[in-house]
């Protein structure tokens, strides 16, 4: 979740509901209220008792990663746990050794979704916070039900990517143009994105799309601020820190909901044999009427569903590709990794006839690999895998430690990524690392979608991000796009990515030069 809070916190129109929420965060910090923690577990960061919680707390917003990384070494190396103190929330953070006993226990004694709530705050910031209802048996199905959606519809998919692309980018091989990465980036995933949930025409439409993404940033900033508020005042103050993102929700409602009132009314549609209407907006409407309860199965209900799933599909892709973009074209010309990534898939297109293929995607290893290296670079936060404890008498880890019920417990997600002793040369982007992993039979190397205790950044286990074969699938298919219809002007060196607070975010104004290339 680190990275769906990735948004520029100035372009969400929350204005004065933020300048409230950061007064109230500083009661909080005044009030210097623990919660529910072990006792006996390292605080890095206290370093007096004065006013100790809160100076931490601070402290952890500009220099979360600084203090994770030393006491990743300091404690989580030598198999030993620690707190971090955090205003939003103060995590117990487990060593790599702890993850496979964590992530076997029920979910009835540590749970992912609880500490999903924790971050959405859906409570205030989603139009109905019913729609967490049934998430694992509506929502978690939906996204997996996007995957075999895609496989069939792989060179549809590209002329999605294609068209996009082409719009945003310009088809003039005489004139370099430049354009904002993540803006560009966004767009294109969202209208690829919601080409498999609403369909064609909807997903072009510009002002649908830009209602989508806009309302993900607003909601998770809003999130951010809400956590700041302490616990018995959000009823009071989480509905308007949250209240101006209801704009881009009504926007989204206005294209979406009449569709869905249009799909409830053709009875056809419910018939399995008709494929040509088994988008997500009918895979939804077929399972609410599974649902015993009726308001599951209203317009307005499924507009709600259908918001939260789409906001998902766009804000980590594109958080994570405009990261590979900027770190394939920094990366020194001379060392030819353009032409190489653009020869492979020159080459696996030859092989399949010229299609855009599943099997295709899948023999592309060097760019796979490509973007694996710059996802484990630049992962999302400092933490992950993060669960929250439900048991009522807490939970025991491996080590004997109790952690009491309410506490959450996470990894450090951002160390394992650059401990050198994993990754050699960790903190350099390697593209072919995971590619020349594989061909020396390394453990630990397999394609993008695959998860390890030493690759998390779409988590790890029974809970692992659901949605990371599609995120691969669109991925791939963006980057060869631009890699065969586009020249880009190398960079002299990256632009910086930006900590805000534990989150690692993309350059998100930079630019870069590109040409539509002439047909070779």
């Given at each position: 979740?680190?990275?769906?809070?990735?948004?520029?916190?100035?372009?969400?129109?929350?204005?004065?509901?933020?300048?409230?929420?950061?007064?109230?965060?500083?009661?909080?910090?005044?009030?210097?209220?623990?919660?529910?923690?072990?006792?006996?577990?390292?605080?890095?960061?206290?370093?007096?008792?004065?006013?100790?919680?809160?100076?931490?707390?601070?402290?952890?917003?500009?220099?979360?990663?600084?203090?994770?990384?030393?006491?990743?070494?300091?404690?989580?190396?030598?198999?030993?746990?620690?707190?971090?103190?955090?205003?939003?929330?103060?995590?117990?953070?487990?060593?790599?050794?702890?993850?496979?006993?964590?992530?076997?226990?029920?979910?009835?004694?540590?749970?992912?979704?609880?500490?999903?709530?924790?971050?959405?705050?859906?409570?205030?910031?989603?139009?109905?916070?019913?729609?967490?209802?049934?998430?694992?048996?509506?929502?978690?199905?939906?996204?997996?039900?996007?995957?075999?959606?895609?496989?069939?519809?792989?060179?549809?998919?590209?002329?999605?990517?294609?068209?996009?692309?082409?719009?945003?980018?310009?088809?003039?091989?005489?004139?370099?143009?430049?354009?904002?990465?993540?803006?560009?980036?966004?767009?294109?995933?969202?209208?690829?994105?919601?080409?498999?949930?609403?369909?064609?025409?909807?997903?072009?439409?510009?002002?649908?799309?830009?209602?989508?993404?806009?309302?993900?940033?607003?909601?998770?900033?809003?999130?951010?601020?809400?956590?700041?508020?302490?616990?018995?005042?959000?009823?009071?103050?989480?509905?308007?820190?949250?209240?101006?993102?209801?704009?881009?929700?009504?926007?989204?409602a206005k294209h979406l909901t009449p569709l869905i009132t249009q799909r409830l009314n053709e009875p056809d549609r419910f018939d399995p044999k008709n494929t040509a209407s088994q988008d997500v907006v009918q895979w939804f409407i077929n399972r609410s009427l599974t649902l015993p309860d009726p308001r599951d199965q209203t317009p307005e209900f499924l507009?709600?569903?259908?918001?939260?799933?789409?906001?998902?599909?766009?804000?980590?892709?594109?958080?994570?590709?405009?990261?590979?973009?900027?770190?394939?074209?920094?990366?020194?010309?001379?060392?030819?990794?353009?032409?190489?990534?653009?020869?492979?898939?020159?080459?696996?297109?030859?092989?399949?006839?010229?299609?855009?293929?599943?099997?295709?995607?899948?023999?592309?290893?060097?760019?796979?690999?490509?973007?694996?290296?710059?996802?484990?670079?630049?992962?999302?936060?400092?933490?992950?895998?993060?669960?929250?404890?439900?048991?009522?008498?807490?939970?025991?880890?491996?080590?004997?430690?109790?952690?009491?019920?309410?506490?959450?417990?996470?990894?450090?997600?951002?160390?394992?990524?650059?401990?050198?002793?994993?990754?050699?040369?960790?903190?350099?982007?390697?593209?072919?690392?995971?590619?020349?992993?594989?061909?020396?039979?390394?453990?630990?190397?397999?394609?993008?979608?695959?998860?390890?205790?030493?690759?998390?950044?779409?988590?790890?286990?029974?809970?692992?991000?659901?949605?990371?074969?599609?995120?691969?699938?669109?991925?791939?298919?963006?980057?060869?796009?631009?890699?065969?219809?586009?020249?880009?002007?190398?960079?002299?060196?990256?632009?910086?990515?930006?900590?805000?607070?534990?989150?690692?975010?993309?350059?998100?104004?930079?630019?870069?030069?590109?040409?539509?290339?002439?047909?070779?």
């Amino acid at each position: 979740m680190g990275a769906l809070n990735s948004v520029h916190l100035g372009s969400s129109g929350l204005g004065a509901p933020i300048l409230l929420a950061i007064l109230l965060s500083i009661f909080k910090l005044l009030w210097a209220f623990k919660g529910n923690l072990p006792k006996g577990v390292p605080w890095p960061g206290i370093r007096s008792k004065l006013l100790g919680w809160p100076r931490a707390s601070l402290r952890s917003m500009v220099y979360a990663r600084e203090m994770v990384e030393e006491s990743y070494y300091r404690y989580t190396k030598q198999s030993e746990h620690f707190i971090l103190p955090n205003f939003l929330c103060d995590d117990v953070v487990v060593p790599r050794a702890e993850l496979k006993h964590l992530l076997s226990m029920p979910d009835e004694d540590l749970n992912l979704l609880e500490a999903l709530k924790d971050q959405l705050q859906p409570w205030y910031t989603l139009m109905n916070s019913c729609v967490m209802r049934n998430f694992y048996t509506v929502q978690v199905p939906a996204v997996r039900y996007l995957d075999k959606l895609v496989p069939p519809q792989i060179e549809r998919m590209m002329e999605e990517v294609g068209n996009s692309l082409t719009l945003r980018l310009g088809d003039n091989p005489e004139a370099w143009r430049d354009i904002s990465v993540f803006d560009t980036v966004e767009k294109v995933v969202s209208q690829v994105g919601n080409f498999f949930v609403v369909g064609d025409p909807l997903c072009r439409n510009e002002e649908y799309i830009q209602a989508v993404f806009q309302f993900g940033k607003g909601l998770f900033v809003a999130a951010t601020f809400i956590r700041m508020v302490p616990k018995f005042l959000r009823p009071i103050f989480g509905p308007l820190i949250a209240f101006s993102n209801r704009k881009n929700y009504y926007t989204f409602a206005k294209h979406l909901t009449p569709l869905i009132t249009q799909r409830l009314n053709e009875p056809d549609r419910f018939d399995p044999k008709n494929t040509a209407s088994q988008d997500v907006v009918q895979w939804f409407i077929n399972r609410s009427l599974t649902l015993p309860d009726p308001r599951d199965q209203t317009p307005e209900f499924l507009t709600y569903r259908l918001m939260l799933f789409s906001l998902a599909v766009v804000q980590v892709i594109s958080v994570a590709t405009t990261h590979l973009l900027f770190d394939l074209y920094s990366f020194p010309p001379s060392a030819s990794l353009i032409p190489e990534l653009r020869d492979e898939i020159l080459e696996v297109l030859k092989a399949e006839g010229g299609t855009w293929t599943m099997h295709g995607l899948n023999k592309m290893v060097k760019l796979d690999s490509a973007i694996k290296e710059s996802m484990r670079l630049s992962c999302f936060g400092t933490r992950g895998c993060t669960r929250k404890v439900i048991k009522a008498s807490g939970i025991t880890l491996s080590n004997g430690l109790w952690v009491p019920n309410g506490a959450t417990i996470t990894t450090p997600l951002w160390s394992i990524h650059h401990d050198e002793d994993i990754y050699p040369h960790a903190d350099q982007y390697v593209p072919f690392r995971f590619y020349n992993a594989a061909k020396n039979q390394v453990s630990g190397s397999k394609s993008i979608g695959t998860t390890s205790p030493e690759f998390l950044s779409f988590g790890h286990g029974r809970h692992a991000c659901p949605g990371r074969y599609f995120a691969a699938v669109e991925m791939k298919l963006l980057v060869a796009y631009l890699l065969l219809n586009y020249d880009v002007e190398p960079l002299v060196t990256r632009p910086p990515s930006q900590w805000i607070a534990t989150n690692y975010l993309p350059p998100m104004k930079a630019v870069l030069r590109v040409k539509r290339r002439r047909p070779q």
